[in-house]
């Protein structure tokens, strides 16, 4: 079985622009998360989607959005981007109908703001 | 508030050794608990996990153990080989579907 893919792998912005990052989960897991990592503030969870619909939410701002299409695919939007925004950026599916699943990562997209 | 704790930056152990790696936390909601390892610039990776109606866990080299008086929990790995030189992660998870939080990670380094 594939596991989790996220495109692109690397990107360079300049502050102001928006960015679209995307995740393919396993197949058949109809959860997918987001997380920042950052040397400072290590691993902090975004959000999460099931379903179509975010069932839950960190602490980030506005500028931070996501949606999942039907057939479980993930993308993250972050807008006006911002120095601070520079991060490795992580997706992770779970089979999900329970707050046990496990959660499987994936590569992750290195995204640097200039 | 940091809800799970790794108190150990850094871990440094010989080749065929027992490596333990801790992780406490603090929300008594937690009820599901993991350990992911990680290289630089990569996705962690899924080790093993523990649910809180256990109190131990086995998979090959790697035991989670689980304290729940405590609010800690400890991740034993029997032999330690050079190929587990690697960031470790706990995270935990409690009734909040798909939101896992992470302890600040240790460095594991095992010498040859």
């Known amino acids: 079985k594939a596991g989790v893919t996220q495109t692109p792998r690397y990107l360079i912005k300049t502050r102001g622009q928006q960015v679209t990052l995307s995740c393919s989960p396993i197949?058949?897991?109809?959860?997918v998360s987001w997380y920042q990592q950052t040397p400072g503030q290590g691993l902090q969870f975004l959000f999460e989607?099931?379903?179509?619909?975010?069932?839950n939410k960190g602490n980030f701002p506005g500028r931070f959005s996501g949606r999942q299409f039907s057939n479980s695919r993930s993308e993250m939007n972050v807008s006006t981007l911002e120095l601070g925004d520079s991060a490795l950026y992580l997706c992770?599916?779970?089979?999900?109908?329970?707050?046990?699943?496990?959660?499987?990562f994936g590569p992750g997209t290195r995204l640097t703001v200039l | 508030d940091q809800q799970v704790k790794q108190n150990s930056p850094s871990l440094s152990v010989q080749e065929g050794r027992i490596s333990i790696l801790n992780c406490d936390y603090t929300?008594?909601?937690?009820?599901?608990f993991l350990w992911y390892k990680k290289y630089p610039a990569e996705g962690p990776t899924f080790l093993i996990s523990?649910?809180?109606?256990?109190d131990k866990n086995e998979d090959g080299r790697f035991t989670v153990f689980l304290n729940k008086s405590a609010k800690h929990l400890s991740l034993h790995i029997v032999p330690s080989q050079p190929g587990d030189s690697a960031v470790y992660f706990c995270?935990?998870?409690?009734?909040?579907?798909?939101?896992?939080?992470f302890g600040q990670g240790t460095e594991l380094s095992v010498k040859p």
């Open positions: 992770a599916s779970s089979l999900a109908d329970r707050g046990t699943d496990t959660q499987y």
């Open positions: 197949s058949g897991h109809r959860s």
């Open positions: 989607y099931f379903s179509e619909t975010q069932r």
């Open positions: 929300n008594s909601m937690f009820d599901y």
């Open positions: 523990i649910s809180s109606i256990k």
């Open positions: 995270a935990a998870t409690g009734n909040q579907g798909g939101k896992l939080i």
